[in-house]
């Protein structure tokens, strides 16, 4: 039986669809990647942004027409709309065979599995996924309700899974081949299982013997302690790359989000983080036309990108989402106001980045090789930039390759072997 997962959103959903896979692969079933070949197709969504669900929707009419045709296929939608919607989705799409909502993750894959009928007495077998770099949750859902956001939700209260069996299992990725993970919550610097909070965890990790480098996402501002920027900056398996969402630099925005941090000490902890970190490259989310915005608040959050000089910025139109306390505000941007102060701060940004990576061309970077895809390495750096390597081969795989970049475009790097 082969099964195709879709996946919308962010890294949390990809890490939890990587996972549902190597379940049901222990099960007997294989991956496909079109729908052509599919006998079930998974669609895996997210409800952070209206745009990401009118997406799962769309996807879904493609299918439901696709079933039409081939009867036989059965269709399965798990995570955050599945979670906020239910049985809803079902009425709407009469072929949807199965909605799992993202707080029943864990059961997922026997519910699929008994919806094939397939023999679930087999038990769920040791992963064996060979990739170069994993990805693992070490918490679910979230306690910040920041006040536009849906994810409490429909992911519910924040949990620290265990960290024994966290580092069990980044142990096993090792053991497979694994020489980078990342770790996954929605506010890793709030992680604390009994005595362990996210900077022992990380300590206990770096000692995995074979594990080349640790990443994390995402940090909140408000709980981004001193102990971590310290860690990032002397162990050397953590990578020198921090996803900090700044949302916006206008104080009264960010109060009206309940981010719960001035400006001036996300400010800071910028300033702290490349005084003390070599090389830090630090990205960010920006949401622009959250109500009440003015075009005041929005030009301290354009100024606040050309002196930080990210090194990547994701920029959000905001939209309202059910239940959040936000939803209650009026949305008193205009749609066309917020599409052009969106355009504004992308424009700024990539332009930033540009000059970034234009820097790089001419100098050695140590790169970590990922893939290996039409003759090509495709690496990435300590910062997290992608590099293709022309001059590579297969045996490269999961070494370090110091790599001279000769070409620079604004997502990737070019270069060869140094
Ligand atoms: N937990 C992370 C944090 O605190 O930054 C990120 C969670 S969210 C999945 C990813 C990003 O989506 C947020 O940082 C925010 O910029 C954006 N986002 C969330 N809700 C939104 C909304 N209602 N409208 C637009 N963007 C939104
Ligand atoms: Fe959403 Fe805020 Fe939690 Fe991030 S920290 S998931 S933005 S509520």
Redesign the pocket.
Known sequence: MNYLIETIGCQMNVCESDWLGSVLSTYGMSKVSSLSDADIVILNTCSVRYQAEQKAFSYLGRAEEFRRQNPEIKIVVTGCMAERLGLKIKQRFKSVDLVVGAKDIDITALKIIDLCNIDAEKQEELDTHSDIVRYITIMRG?D???SY?V??FVRGRETSLDAEIIVKKCSLFVKNGAKEIMLLG??VNSYQYNDVNFTSLIKKISTINGLERIRFM?N?PKDLGDDLVSVMATEPKVCSHIHL?MQSASNKILKAMDRKYTYEHYLELINKLRNVITDVSITTDIIVGFPGETESDFEETLKAVKDIRFGGSYVFRYSPRPNTKASELVDDVPLEEKKSRHAIILKESNKISVEIVAAMVGSVQQVLAERFENSVIEARTRGGRKVFVKDGTGKDLGKHLNVVIKEAKINSLFGNIA
């Open positions: 979230c910040n309700y920041c956001c994810v409490p929605q506010n995402t909140h969402p």
